[in-house]
């Protein structure tokens, strides 16, 4: 039985650089007003959201993200960012709505040629213990395995509760690959499939919303607009998860 739902919303910015090349982050706040604000989310994660190069230094007004959209910034603790001048952990930054009361909060170095992390954070959402996951996964396919074992040996040390992984999980095909086995992550994730990327013609599912408990989400749409089609390489993607009751 599900006791509550949850509007997420997840985006790769592309570091604000836009189809024509410019790097502008004045597009992507107001693509943020426009169009995502208004969606009323109660998960927010971007990715790609800090410079690329160190001191990977922050793109975004994070202030002003949070009063577009009501929700409460999750890195003001400096073992949440990458360093001192970023917004977030390599490029990853999460929202939530106030009404999660959060428990735990951490990030996992995930190998790779280049820079990869997640972001998790554990709260009790109306009475419900709940665990977020926001990630930027490799373009190599084996090295997105070893990440997701990763994740999946990290979960097997934290208390039970549902888990919702969302991010930039650079897998373009449908059925999901060997990134989510089982056998691999402990648990079976699973969620609709849309093509976000390449913005201008959606192609590959790259981003995707997922759960651990089976058909819980729902109304999954790519938000599409000519503000975020010009803002990224990416178009948002949004959906609706449902929270299942502790102990059902």
């Given amino acids: 039985m599900y006791a509550t739902r949850l509007i997420c919303v997840t985006w790769n910015i592309h570091r604000a650089r836009g189809h024509d090349g410019l790097v502008d982050p004045s597009r992507i706040h107001g693509a943020v007003t426009s169009d995502l604000a208004p ?6 994660a971007l990715q790609e959201a800090d410079e690329e190069c160190r001191p990977h230094a922050g793109l975004l007004d994070m202030n002003r993200i949070s009063a577009e959209t009501g929700l409460a910034y999750q890195h003001d603790a400096p073992g949440m960012r990458w ?8 490029g990853t930054i999460l929202f939530l709505h106030p009404r999660f009361n959060v428990t735990h909060s951490d990030v996992l170095d995930l190998p790779g040629h280049c820079y990869r992390g997640a972001v998790v954070i554990e709260a009790v959402c109306d009475g419900i213990p709940v665990r977020v996951i926001s990630t930027h996964l490799s373009l190599f ?4 395995v070893i990440q997701m ?17 969302l991010g930039d999980l650079n897998e373009w095909r449908p059925w999901g690959g060997a990134m989510f086995q089982h056998r691999l992550i402990g648990r079976s994730l699973s969620g609709p499939v849309r093509a976000t990327f390449p913005a201008k013609r959606p192609l590959l599912p790259l981003d995707r919303i997922l759960t651990d408990r089976e ?9 599409t607009s000519r503000a975020l089609r010009s803002a990224s390489d990416h178009l948002p993607l949004k959906a609706e998860v449902l929270i299942e009751k502790s102990g059902e």
């Fill in 39 to 44: 969606l009323a989310p109660d998960i927010f």
């Fill in 83 to 90: 360093g001192r001048d970023s917004d977030g952990f390599l």
């Fill in 141 to 144: 396919q084996p090295l997105r």
């Fill in 149 to 165: 074992r990763i994740v999946g040996q990290y979960l097997r040390r934290r208390p039970e509760m549902q888990n919702i992984l």
């Fill in 215 to 223: 058909g819980a989400v729902r109304d999954m749409q790519v938000c």
